[in-house]
């Protein structure tokens, strides 16, 4: 594959980029070590994908040549006085995270992990409206109609791996983790309460075995809710990487 030989040429060209740095002058001795360390880094994740390429992206693979290239050439002092010492720390910052990033475009094992993890907090966040609608709390129901913006923000952002959506996700998770803790308590207890059972009812006007049937709905959509958050917030927290 045409890909593995730029990703290997990408690696080469971030190796040959850190003698440069320790020559430089611009920068301080612990930013010197902190480029260092990241650089060694970048071009061991390119060199360890550049073993592993499964689908031929050949123009990305450019662009991340060119990218080092760049970064090659801005790796002298009197190019840092310039373009100016913030610009060139934050190239660096990117290379780095096209490093960590790269596999989900070059291996398919990867991203289908990540779309499973997307599909887990998809189906966690509309069991979270659901229970919203079912749950007889117009606390509740407002705190949903609040977040629904943020929560669809965050939908399409981690679809497109943008690192807003990563964000976005660990911030409206635990309202609705919360909420189905919530459920499950409030159903409980009242299927152990014969009086909560009547009360319940006669305020919805039906029988007491579709309020058991209620309770119990109630219940397992938030206990597998919580699970599929839960498990969405560690898969997210595990491919963080993937996210630009």
């Given at each position: 594959?045409?890909?593995?030989?730029?990703?290997?040429?990408?690696?080469?060209?971030?190796?040959?980029?850190?003698?440069?740095?320790?020559r430089?002058?611009?920068?301080?001795?612990?930013?010197?070590?902190?480029?260092?360390?990241?650089?060694?880094?970048?071009?061991?994740?390119f060199?360890?994908?550049?073993a592993?390429?499964?689908?031929?992206?050949?123009?990305?693979?450019?662009?991340?040549?060119?990218?080092?290239?760049?970064?090659?050439?801005?790796?002298?002092?009197?190019?840092?006085?310039?373009?100016?010492?913030g610009?060139?720390?934050?190239?660096?910052?990117?290379?780095?995270?096209?490093?960590?990033?790269?596999?989900?475009?070059?291996?398919?094992?990867?991203?289908?992990?990540?779309?499973?993890?997307?599909?887990?907090?998809?189906?966690?966040?509309?069991?979270?409206?659901?229970?919203?609608?079912?749950?007889?709390?117009?606390?509740?129901?407002?705190?949903?109609?609040?977040?629904?913006?943020?929560?669809?923000?965050?939908?399409?952002?981690?679809?497109?791996?943008?690192?807003?959506?990563?964000?976005?996700?660990?911030?409206?998770?635990?309202?609705?983790?919360?909420?189905?803790?919530?459920?499950?308590?409030?159903?409980?207890?009242?299927?152990r309460?014969?009086?909560?059972?009547?009360?319940?009812?006669?305020?919805?006007?039906?029988?007491?075995?579709?309020?058991?049937?209620?309770?119990?709905?109630?219940?397992?959509?938030?206990?597998?809710?919580?699970?599929?958050?839960?498990?969405?917030?560690?898969?997210?927290?595990?491919?963080?990487?993937?996210?630009l």
């Open positions: 594959m045409r890909s593995r030989a730029i990703l290997e040429d990408t690696a080469e060209v971030i190796e040959t980029t850190v003698p440069r740095v320790q430089m002058k611009t920068l301080t001795g612990r930013e010197r070590e902190r480029v260092i360390e990241k650089l060694e880094e970048a071009s061991r994740n060199r360890e994908l550049a592993s390429v499964q689908n031929d992206n050949e123009e990305l693979a450019e662009f991340f040549f060119k990218k080092a290239k760049e970064l090659k050439n801005m790796s002298v002092d009197r190019e840092i006085e310039r373009e100016g010492k610009k060139y720390l934050k190239l660096v910052d990117r290379i780095l995270i096209y490093s960590r990033s790269a596999r989900y475009d070059f291996q398919p094992e990867a991203m289908k992990e990540l779309k499973g993890v997307y599909r887990r907090y998809l189906f966690g966040m509309t069991l979270f409206f659901v229970l919203s609608g079912l749950y007889l709390n117009r606390f509740i129901a407002i705190t949903a109609l609040i977040l629904a913006i943020p929560i669809i923000l965050s939908m399409l952002a981690l679809q497109r791996r943008g690192h807003l959506g990563l964000l976005l996700a660990y911030s409206a998770i635990p309202i609705p983790l919360i909420t189905g803790a919530m459920a499950i308590q409030y159903s409980l207890a009242a299927l309460d014969p009086a909560k059972i009547q009360e319940i009812a006669s305020a919805i006007h039906k029988s007491t075995t579709f309020v058991h049937g209620y309770l119990l709905v109630l219940a397992i959509l938030g206990a597998t809710e919580i699970y599929l958050l839960v498990s969405a917030m560690i898969g997210l927290y595990k491919h963080r990487h993937a996210f």
